[in-house]
């Protein structure tokens, strides 16, 4: 199946994080959209939503979450997806994400991006699910690749094999988050390079870059930090595969002024024009 | 919510019904019961490879799983974290954790139960169940629905043959405690990082309101007929009823004035949404 109806590119953008919300409608930054975190404004009302609602009235906004628990054997939250859609309403969302994962299963929610072993029986659940919550929500959702730190040995095939098998027969598309395909390769020693030729750029909607946190031997994928020279150099390839393709800067902890992001995400443009560039300069020669 | 156990792929009342969901259940007793054994199996070992062991790699889940719930208790409960300090509250994390694993998908509410858990946990210091309770009511304030509320001139609009009758609808972020301890004034020296007074019980439980205005959630003390008429209007009870029962305290003939002037600061503090 071809997915052939990707949503336009927004540009390039950041996760929208609360000690950057007077920042942000004080000065109005020259950022193209924000990803929002879902779970943050599934609340009844107070200040998360009274910022969110200006900030929806300023830029374009994505929602990106957490607890859809796509991979669980459990079935889907339905209550959480109909609170997911209602935002989805108030904020006009281009979009919403989530993640290849389980968070918990019967009826325990670890809060944690639990890895799936890549099988046949893994494909058929999530993607059910998956056009389930598509179904649902009355959209073609995101799916993104997660960190992992171990590999089942149930699993029968790549990450980026199964991404894609599970893309196709949902019918999704892909978030491709380029950190963490450098911290799972370097975690598990394959080629990122590998990663993204296994993915078809007709289901790429949107890149996560981002931090990481380096120990002995293994990498974790904290979001507390700048993002290293690798990732922006692995963003590169990811640009002369999959052309332009929404991105965003994804900070979670220890988390700058808003001046600080802004030049992470001046880097993104550079590196997209420059890599454009030499792309089309190749092209014509 | 009922306290849940988990159940692993070796016990008999719970069998998984398909490979993926034995793998899920194996993972989720590794990080909930730290049953490395359950899981391990299934894991590729790559530590001559790599020089990172099976167990290394769990632990970066198990840690995760750890560190994001404490991170989620704390924000909750700033006060009882700086109350127990750090080790003693992660080590109370790590029993709440295994009483009430989250059932929820928000981490939000995943600390919904640690006032009646540190009742027991804690039972040698009753301050920690009083300002778990006092934290969880200024929780519910921060986030609690929007809703548009009275002005004084909604009380110009009442008929003077209605009044008897009048019902009052608070705003959903209202919640009324009796605190025994001086948990608000605690707090309120925690939350300014100024030192601390010991905590220090009363003659008697004193009567709290906890609201939110605009942005901003607050706190203050009642007078024992105040608090008796928000109780008996939080209830139900209507004007004429106020009027009736706050005669405990002063004079018939002074007792519309007095709810009057109840009514009056209720609507100054934007507590009221509807009158009926």
Request: proline residues 4%; hydrophobic residues 40%.
């Amino acid at each position: 199946m071809n997915s052939n109806n990707k949503y336009p590119s927004l540009g390039f953008g950041l996760g929208l994080r609360k000690e950057h919300y007077n920042a942000i409608l004080d000065t109005k930054p020259a950022v193209d959209w924000f990803e929002i975190l879902t779970e943050n404004y599934l609340v009844p009302g107070g200040k998360p939503l009274y910022f969110l609602d200006q900030i929806c009235e300023r830029y374009p906004v994505v929602m990106h979450g957490v607890s859809m628990s796509l991979g669980s054997y459990d079935p889907l939250d339905m209550d959480y997806l109909k609170q997911v859609k209602e935002l989805a309403k108030r904020t006009n969302a281009k979009w919403i994400s989530d993640h290849m994962c389980f968070t918990g299963v019967d009826g325990i929610n670890a809060h944690d991006l639990l890895p799936l072993p890549y099988t046949d029986e893994a494909i058929q659940h999530v993607s059910q699910k998956i056009a389930q919550a598509q179904d649902y929500l009355g959209m073609q959702i995101l799916v993104e690749n997660a960190s992992t730190y171990i590999t089942y040995k149930q699993s029968a095939m790549t990450e980026w094999d199964f991404t894609t098998a599970v893309a196709e027969e949902s019918n999704s598309l892909v978030l491709l988050d380029i950190n963490n395909i450098f911290v799972s390769a370097y975690n598990h020693g394959f080629d990122p390079l590998d990663y993204l030729d296994g993915i078809p750029a007709d289901r790429v909607q949107q890149h996560h870059l981002a931090g990481h946190s380096q120990y002995d031997g293994y990498i974790i994928d904290t979001h507390d930090h700048d993002i290293v020279q690798g990732v922006w150099g692995l963003y590169a390839e990811a640009i002369k595969r999959y052309g332009q393709v929404s991105v965003m800067i994804e900070r979670d902890d220890n988390i700058p002024e808003l001046p600080a992001m802004m030049s992470e995400l001046q880097m993104a443009r550079d590196i997209f024009a420059e890599t454009t560039q030499q792309t089309t300069e190749v092209q014509h020669v | 919510m009922s306290k849940r156990t988990i159940k692993t792929s070796s016990e008999p009342l719970s069998q998984p019904s398909s490979e993926l969901h034995r793998l899920q259940k194996s993972m989720m007793a590794w990080l909930i019961n730290k049953d490395t054994e359950a899981v391990k199996p299934d894991i590729v070992d790559t530590g001559e490879v790599s020089k990172v062991s099976i167990e290394q790699r769990l632990a970066v889940y198990g840690n995760a799983y750890g560190y994001r719930l404490i991170d989620a208790l704390s924000e909750n409960y700033p006060a009882v974290h700086t109350l127990l300090g750090d080790d003693d509250f992660y080590k109370m994390t790590y029993a709440y954790m295994d009483a009430y694993p989250s059932q929820h998908f928000s981490l939000r509410y995943f600390g919904h139960q640690l006032e009646s858990f540190l009742k027991t946990y804690h039972s040698d210091m009753p301050i920690l169940t009083e300002m778990a309770k006092f934290e969880w009511a200024l929780r519910k304030g921060f986030d609690a629905a929007d809703s548009k509320t009275l002005t004084l001139e909604a009380l110009q609009d009442i008929a003077i043959e209605q009044w008897a009758e009048l019902t009052f609808t608070f705003h959903s972020s209202v919640s009324r405690l009796d605190l025994a301890w001086n948990t608000p004034q605690l707090w309120t020296a925690i939350d300014e990082e100024s030192e601390p007074m010991p905590p220090e019980k009363l003659d008697h439980p004193y009567a709290w309101l906890l609201w939110r205005k605009e942005l901003l959630t607050y706190y203050r003390s009642l007078d024992v007929d105040e608090a008796w008429a928000l109780d008996t209007a939080l209830q139900g009870g209507n004007f004429s009823e106020l009027c009736e029962g706050v005669c405990e305290w002063i004079d018939a003939e002074h007792a519309p004035s007095r709810i009057a002037g109840f009514l009056s600061q209720w609507l100054q503090d934007d507590l009221l949404v509807a009158l009926a």
